[in-house]
């Protein structure tokens, strides 16, 4: 305790070089927290926006995930309402919700183009998915509803002159191989934020898609858990209970998510790497001027009788002061920026093929940030101790002639 005061007071000797000193230190250590936080944020939000798509579970016929079809659903679940009550049974199931994916082509009467449709449960959908598109016009779909109503994606619906009331006509192949029409109105358009997607996107209800497929079955059925830890353990509870399926996570086909986060771990890995060696040198650098320029000082204490021993403790705990109170100070720096974001948003522009911005958010974890300041102190810490070993050691007649 003596010498961690020492230590204090000869820092608070010089307080502009040791303002410095610390300055430095708390701006790299808000860097790599700031950064790590942002990566940090994106992957969570990639994380949930892939499992509310798609579900954290998948379960469908293995031929469903690695085959091609030959005819619309022909790997399809044939008893899908069967299993969805047996999979709602297990406690960390808060949802199940099946889905018909089909192609086809959409007509206005004049023009007909490609569509890419999808049959789900709207009430189910929409209340457990939340916002996930962006209404543009009209109104999203309802069960019930007595008319075959579809919603169109934005770039759909500008190529098809079509809004909210326009009657279409659907036409796909059936499962029996042959050509099926369908007359539906448009109940509302919308942005996925991917203007290609929208171009051929349509959203129908699983009875409309049945009935345009002239089958009963089901392509897959999302399962949607309480929480995201519960992932893995519920796959192996659901798999071991249907050996004869297929079940995956949302991981599996998250290929956006893991493009994302390998391109954005090189990135960021560069960055931090680039972060740390300029904070070693500049910090070695201040701390090796500190430590020169007392040189004559130490040589003083050495004719005192002072050991070397002591005078590199002291040193040592010099540097563990600064780069403490600066690791602290670059905490504190990015956890204000990170609540700041929260009072004053700031909205990122659109990434590449999305048409629509995302908020800015830090996301601090605990560990990371006891990781970093730790790293940072004993940075600061060794520098000083091995800048100080050849000055403490220095010949007091050396030391005390030092100019």
């Known amino acids: 305790m003596k010498w961690l005061l020492f230590a204090i007071q000869n820092t608070l000797r010089n307080r502009r070089r040791s303002l410095v000193t610390v300055a430095i230190a708390a701006l790299g250590t808000a860097a790599i927290l700031l950064a790590s936080g942002f990566a940090l944020y994106t992957y969570q939000s990639l994380e949930q926006a892939a499992a509310r798509s798609t579900g954290h579970l998948i379960v469908g016929q293995a031929a469903q995930f690695t085959k091609d079809e030959d005819t619309p659903l022909q790997y399809g679940l044939a008893d899908a309402p069967a299993l969805t009550r047996q999979?709602?049974?297990?406690?960390?199931?808060?949802q199940v919700l099946p889905r018909v994916v089909f192609s086809g082509l959409i007509s206005?009467?004049?023009?007909?183009?490609?569509?890419?449709?999808?049959?789900?449960?709207?009430?189910?959908?929409?209340?457990?998915?939340?916002?996930?598109?962006?209404?543009?016009?009209g109104?999203?779909?309802?069960?019930?509803?007595?008319?075959?109503?579809?919603?169109?994606?934005?770039?759909?619906?500008?190529?098809?002159?079509?809004?909210?009331?326009?009657s279409l006509t659907l036409l796909a192949s059936t499962t029996d191989g042959a050509l099926n029409a369908l007359d539906v109105t448009v109940k509302?358009?919308?942005s996925t934020g991917v203007p290609d997607y929208d171009k051929r996107v349509v959203y129908t209800d699983i009875a409309t898609a049945q009935r345009l497929l002239n089958t009963p079955r089901v392509s897959t059925l999302g399962v949607f858990l309480?929480?995201?830890e519960a992932t893995a353990p519920a796959q192996q509870r659901v798999a071991a209970r249907y050996p004869q399926l297929t079940v995956q996570t949302w991981l599996d086909q998250a290929f956006f998510y893991r493009s994302v986060r390998g391109l954005y771990n090189r990135i960021f890995g560069a960055l931090g790497l680039i972060i740390a060696i300029i904070v070693v040198f500049v910090v070695t650098n201040a701390m090796m001027m500190a430590i020169i320029e007392r040189t004559r000082?130490?040589?003083?204490?050495?004719?005192l009788g002072t050991l070397p021993g002591q005078l590199?403790?002291?040193?040592?705990?010099?540097?563990?002061?600064?780069g403490g109170v600066g690791a602290l100070v670059g905490a504190a720096i990015a956890i204000a920026v990170s609540l700041l974001l929260y009072v004053v948003p700031v909205e990122m522009p659109p990434p590449p093929g999305s048409s629509r911005g995302y908020p800015l958010y830090i996301t601090l974890d605990p560990w990371i940030t006891l990781?970093?300041?730790?790293?940072?102190?004993l940075l600061a810490t060794l520098a000083s101790a091995w800048i100080g070993r050849r000055t403490v050691h220095l010949p007091i007649v050396d030391a005390l002639a030092h100019n």
């Open 297 to 303: 000082e130490i040589g003083t204490l050495r004719a």
């Open 139 to 166: 109104a999203v779909l309802a069960s019930g509803s007595k008319d075959a109503e579809v919603m169109l994606g934005e770039g759909l619906a500008r190529s098809l002159k079509a809004r909210p009331g326009s």
């Open 226 to 228: 309480n929480r995201m």
């Open 108 to 137: 206005n009467g004049d023009k007909s183009t490609v569509m890419l449709g999808t049959g789900v449960e709207p009430d189910s959908e929409f209340a457990v998915k939340g916002p996930f598109l962006n209404l543009t016009a």
């Open 87 to 94: 999979l709602l049974a297990d406690p960390d199931v808060r």
């Open 312 to 322: 590199l403790r002291s040193l040592a705990l010099e540097g563990m002061v600064l």
């Open 371 to 377: 990781a970093t300041v730790a790293a940072m102190v």
């Open 188 to 190: 509302g358009v919308f």
